[in-house]
C-alpha cells in the first residue's frame, strides 16, 4: 500500500437539522492511499454486504434500515472509495450504554492503516454532533487488536462488564464470555 493520509475530521454535518440521508460527508481528496470515514447511504450496501462474513449476514441491510428509523448510525471506513470496514453507533436512550460504539470491522487486507482509527473517531464526532458527552463501548478483554486501538484513542475501562454481546465480529472462533466495558469523554476533543 501507498502512503496512507487520514481525511475525517475537518467537517461535521449537523445531525439535529439534516435527515439522515441528507448529510454531508467528510471525505476530501488526499493523495496516495485515502481512509475515509462517514456515515453510511443506501448506496453502500453492496459494499457493507461484500465485507461481510458468515456471522455477520444481514447486518448492513439491517442496521441501514435501522438509521433511516433513527438512533442507530451506521459508519463506513473506506480505502480509496472503496469500503473496508464499518461500525455501528447505537444511540437508543433505552439501552444499556447511551451512546454505544459496536460492531466495529475492518476487513483483514485493510488493517494497521489507520481504518479503525478512522471509523471510530467520526462515530464519535457523530455522537458528540447529537449532544453526548461521552460514549462507551465493550470489549472482550482477549482482543488483541482492539483494546491497543481503543486505548490510543484515549478509552478507559470503567471496571465494568456484561455478558459479551459483540462476539460475532471478532476473529477468533472462541472469544470471551464477558466484555469489559470502556468509556470515553468527548469534552476533551
Ligand atoms: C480492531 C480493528 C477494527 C482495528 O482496525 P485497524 O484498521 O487495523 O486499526 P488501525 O490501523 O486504525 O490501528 C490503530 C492502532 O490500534 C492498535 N492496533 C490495531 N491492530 C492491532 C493489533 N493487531 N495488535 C496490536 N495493536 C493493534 C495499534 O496501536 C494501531 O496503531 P499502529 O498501527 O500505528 O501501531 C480490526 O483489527 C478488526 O476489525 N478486528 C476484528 C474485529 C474486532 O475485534 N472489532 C472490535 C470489537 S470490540
Request: hydrophobic share 40%; net charge negative.
Amino acid at each position: 500500500m501507498g502512503k496512507t493520509r487520514l481525511c475525517f475530521g475537518l467537517f461535521v454535518p449537523d445531525l439535529r437539522s439534516n435527515p439522515v440521508h441528507e448529510r454531508e460527508t467528510m471525505a476530501m481528496p488526499v493523495q496516495g492511499t485515502q481512509i475515509e470515514a462517514r456515515l453510511a447511504t443506501r448506496d453502500d450496501l453492496a459494499g457493507l454486504e461484500a465485507i461481510e462474513t458468515d456471522r455477520t449476514e444481514g447486518l448492513s441491510a439491517s442496521y441501514l434500515n435501522l438509521q433511516e428509523k433513527g438512533d442507530f448510525y451506521v459508519v463506513v471506513g473506506l480505502v480509496d472509495g472503496e469500503v473496508m470496514g464499518r461500525a455501528i453507533l447505537d444511540a437508543r436512550t433505552r439501552n444499556e450504554l447511551v451512546p454505544e460504539l459496536k460492531l466495529l470491522w475492518v476487513v483483514p487486507a485493510a488493517r494497521r492503516q489507520g481504518l479503525g482509527v478512522a471509523i471510530t473517531s467520526y462515530l464519535e464526532s457523530v455522537a458528540a454532533q447529537l449532544g453526548y458527552d461521552e460514549i462507551f463501548l465493550g470489549v472482550t478483554p482477549d482482543n488483541p487488536a482492539a483494546i491497543p486501538l481503543y486505548i490510543s484513542l484515549d478509552y478507559t475501562p470503567t471496571g465494568e462488564h456484561r455478558s459479551a454481546v459483540n462476539v460475532s465480529v471478532v476473529d477468533a472462533e472462541v472469544a470471551s464470555a464477558t466484555e469489559a466495558i470502556y468509556r470515553k469523554s468527548l469534552r476533551l476533543r
